[in-house]
């Protein structure tokens, strides 16, 4: 008889340790761990605000009004700093497979919970932030297996304030829990220095080329305006552009006589005048973009060149191979003395760095 009554407590205790076990791993088949886990920083320098991109695939996802995702920051000390963080400085973003690609769905976020609207608290002394599912929430709110990206910072939409990193360098646990059931986290890193200072130099350039060293008129008649032109290129990586002037060292003349110089900013064919054209606008000499040779016409735009320096060409930045063309042009008239004339004008670029 002992034997019997040994053995039926026996079996009793079997089904009741059964029972227990039934019980315990029926409850934990309703959570999962997450996957897919990853919190990015704007920065993770210590003591610095940052913003935070959360990365998560829930297995188990939102089904139920209330149910809560807890997003844990202050998992070691010293602590992240959540003072600022509110309702607008967050984004919950889900998507529709299992990869945060894609357009999401941009859940409605309040400082509570409400119809289609998650609530948001913010605990800175727990170190947490609590999304609560909309109180008319049911299954599929966020649906097994999606990709949830929660942004807090002024990446947000409407975002205006950042989470303060730790004051100490070290790495932190980023906790995800919550009565939806999953479970995981991140860890990230704080250094003390995340920044690097680059620096560089660029020598100033400034590079000139002058076409021909010559030019010449030839010989001078009464019925037509003679020319000869050259052409000036400039470089440069000044800032502030370049000047271009032109300065002579006398007029076109010989021992005796010279040529006079042009007046009222023309050279009329048939009277005694010589002067300077250049191809740019808005200079000190006056443009001149035709400059023909043995031309019959009436007139040429030109500028009486003088021993003082005047602008042909400039830039107001940095410019490359900025071509202008200068052109010397005259004509004589019938009492020109004759004989042979000769000016050596010189050409000076400047950069204004």
């Not at 010559?214 to 000047?243: E, F, K, M, R, W």
């Not at 300065?247 to 010589?274: C, F, H, M, P």
């Not at 808005?282 to 400059?291: E, F």
Request: proline content about 3%.
């Amino acid at each position: 008889m002992r034997n019997k009554f040994f053995f039926l407590p026996t079996i009793l205790l079997g089904i009741f340790v059964f029972a227990i076990g039934i019980t315990y791993f029926t409850k934990d088949a309703n959570a999962g761990f997450l996957s897919g886990i990853s919190d990015t920083l704007s920065r993770i320098q210590q003591g610095v605000a940052a913003n935070h991109t959360i990365e998560f695939v829930t297995p188990t996802g939102v089904n139920s009004a209330s149910q809560t995702v807890v997003l844990g920051f202050n998992t070691a000390s010293p602590n992240f700093g959540l003072t600022n963080i509110v309702f607008g400085d967050i984004d919950l973003l889900v998507y529709n497979t299992g990869v945060c690609t894609g357009t999401p769905t941009s859940k409605t976020l309040a400082s509570a919970a409400g119809a289609s609207v998650w609530g948001v608290a913010v605990n800175n002394g727990a170190g947490t932030i609590t999304l609560t599912a909309p109180t008319n929430a049911t299954t599929g709110e966020i649906a097994a297996g999606r990709c949830v990206r929660v942004l807090i910072g002024t990446h947000a939409s409407g975002g205006i304030n950042q989470i303060t990193n730790p004051a100490s360098a070290g790495t932190y646990d980023i906790g995800i829990t919550g009565t939806f059931g999953d479970t995981g986290s991140a860890a990230v890193v704080i250094v003390s220095d995340d920044q690097i200072d680059i620096s560089a130099s660029v020598d100033p350039t400034l590079d000139v080329v002058i076409s021909s060293n010559t030019c010449a008129l030839g010989v001078l008649s009464s019925t037509y305006i003679q020319t000869c032109q050259y052409n000036v290129t400039v470089s440069t990586n000044a800032l502030n552009g370049y000047l271009s002037t032109i300065v002579a060292d006398g007029q076109l003349r010989n021992s005796v006589n010279s040529i006079a110089n042009a007046a009222s900013g023309t050279v009329v064919k048939g009277a005694e005048e010589y002067g300077v054209g250049t191809s740019k606008s808005g200079q000190t000499i006056v443009q001149n973009t035709a400059c023909t040779d043995n031309d019959t016409g009436t007139s040429q735009p030109a500028s009486a060149l003088s021993t003082s320096a005047q602008r042909f060409a400039s830039a107001t930045g940095p410019i490359s191979s900025d071509v202008t063309t200068m052109c010397h042009l005259a004509s004589v008239s019938g009492a020109t003395p004759a004989g042979s004339y000769a000016q050596v004008a010189t050409i000076v670029v400047t950069a204004n760095y």
